[in-house]
């Protein structure tokens, strides 16, 4: 009997202790989601580019109608690399447009941070204003994914398809309009 209960003791304290691991050590893993899991390359701070040097890169905007993005070609600044090239072209499209331009993606987003994976998969991870100061509407918030969408993959073969995060999180939309949960391949039909 005193045997029996030792070891029921013994097995609770075991599976305890496996549950307190899994609370505070495996489950934070698990919950950070697959972008997490699957990022090969990540940038959490810039690194300085040489100075001055510039690539050309294809940048959009809301054309005329405000139905479609229009492209535009831009001097950005060069960065070593897909990830920091990447890093560069998003810096460059989220920075506030100068007139006549539109920008589609709201006012204070910042980028926190890209990873890219190797199967060509971008996850860009903006600040919450990109959903808390975003208009709505189901067409501006297409023409805001499709803004980043076009931008990395237009510019840098090596990227086929991009899932934008808010704060580190994956989100089913930025304004209840467009499935984010995926990533996301060019949208041409997106740009006039």
């Known amino acids: 009997m005193i045997a029996r209960r030792a070891a029921t003791i013994v097995a609770l304290t075991f599976v305890t202790g496996i549950l307190a691991w ?5 489950l934070p893993r698990w919950y950070a989601g697959p972008a997490a899991t699957r990022a090969v390359a990540a940038t959490p701070s810039p690194s300085p580019s040489p100075p001055g040097r510039k690539i050309k890169a294809r940048l959009y905007y ?3 109608d405000g139905t479609r993005l229009t ?7 060069y960065g070593d690399g897909t990830v920091e090239q990447a890093r560069q072209i998003i810096e460059a499209q989220i920075a506030p447009a100068s007139e006549p331009l539109v920008s589609a993606v709201p006012p204070g987003t910042k980028l926190r941070s890209v990873f890219v994976t190797t199967r060509g998969e971008a996850y860009v991870d903006l600040s919450r204003e ?12 297409l023409l805001t994914v499709y803004t980043i969408v076009n931008a990395l993959t237009e510019n840098l073969p090596a990227v086929t398809a991009v899932q934008l995060l808010v704060d580190g999180k994956e989100v089913d939309t930025l304004a209840g309009h467009i499935d984010l949960r995926r990533p996301i391949a060019k949208g041409p039909e997106w740009v006039e």
């Open 22 to 26: 899994l609370l505070f050590v495996g």
């Open 62 to 64: 809301v054309g005329d």
């Open 71 to 77: 492209a535009v070609e831009r001097d950005v600044s």
């Open 130 to 141: 990109v959903a808390a100061a975003h208009g709505g509407g189901s067409l501006d918030e």
